[in-house]
């Protein structure tokens, strides 16, 4: 049963004529009469009495009147909605990874809402898994997260790749060091993010390619509070290159580590087959205007 058989029906009942109604609905008489007799085979009754040029409603075409009626109501009723709603096309939803979300996507957020003042972002911090999830169910417009993501139902599009960095204290004795390999953290303490944190497996991995397993001291939910422990001499970390702001500098050192020095890839993440409003799309020209000079200079 399709809408148009609906009108086609509604307009035979009102008008009392096939003809009448096929001009009312501009199409043809004999189209709009082949429609009638599909809806009518597919219901297994009969809606018209055809008496000569006049058609009147049988019994169950009174019976189903009210409701063809109510639907057809219900759908101009929402097309009406749509078209009226102001926020529709302009709301967009993005999420980003905690190592990703303070420093890096909150500002192209507010470069979008400078630019395009009427756009109505939401914005969800969290970890890879969860985001990816919220991607595939639709909840999320897109999110940047760090590679790899495997699912093949995502589409993925590569942004730029940045160093990892060690982080200690200024009081430590790495900080002053030449050159640090990974081999020289094998015995310090590590203030880390949590276990779903991609960056956290980065930095295992990392150690592990050298032959230890890191002492983690410190579990951590945010960067903020591994800098606390690493500015404290507590513990040190490997940190995003991204994360390094300039109130860093009067307690925390960075270093480059020696040999293979580790990396992360940082990607946008979408739904192929998710509609991309206005909004989404204005969104993601700042976002790739912005990450244009990260790109180019491997931040």
Do not use: W
């Amino acid at each position: 049963m399709e809408i148009h058989q609906l009108r086609y029906f509604v307009a035979v009942a009102e008008t009392g004529n096939f003809t009448r109604a096929a001009e009312r609905c501009n199409v043809s008489q004999p189209s709009l009469s082949q429609q009638i007799i599909n809806l009518e085979s597919e219901l297994g009754h009969k809606l018209f009495h055809r008496l000569g040029r006049k058609a009147v409603l049988t019994e169950s075409g009174e019976l189903f009147i009210g409701r063809a009626r109510r639907v057809l109501h219900e759908v101009e009723a929402a097309t009406r909605e749509i078209k009226d709603a102001p926020t529709l096309e302009r709301r967009i939803t993005v999420g980003a990874i905690p190592t990703v979300m303070p420093h890096l996507m909150t500002a192209i957020i507010g470069q979008a809402l400078q630019k395009h003042p009427d756009l109505i972002i939401h914005a969800r911090e969290d970890f890879r898994p969860a985001l990816v999830k919220s991607v595939l169910e639709g909840d999320l417009d897109m999110a940047l997260v760090s590679m790899p993501v495997t699912d093949t139902r995502i589409a993925v599009e590569a942004l730029f790749t940045e160093p990892l960095l060690l982080a200690v204290s200024k009081t430590h004795p790495l900080a002053t060091q030449p050159t640090v390999s990974g081999d020289d953290l094998r015995n310090e303490t590590f203030a880390l993010l949590g276990h779903s944190s991609a960056l956290a497996a980065k930095i295992q991995g990392f150690c592990g390619a050298h032959d230890f397993e890191p002492m983690i001291g410190y579990r951590c939910s945010q960067i903020a509070t591994v800098k606390s422990f690493v500015a404290m001499g507590l513990g040190i970390s490997i940190l995003p290159q991204l994360s390094r702001v300039s109130v860093d500098d009067s307690r925390i050192v960075y270093r480059h580590l020696s040999g293979r020095a580790p990396t992360r890839e940082i990607a946008l993440i979408r739904h192929p087959q998710r509609y991309q409003s206005r909004g989404a799309s204005l969104f993601l020209e700042t976002l790739r205007e912005s990450i244009k000079p990260l790109a180019a200079d491997g931040v």
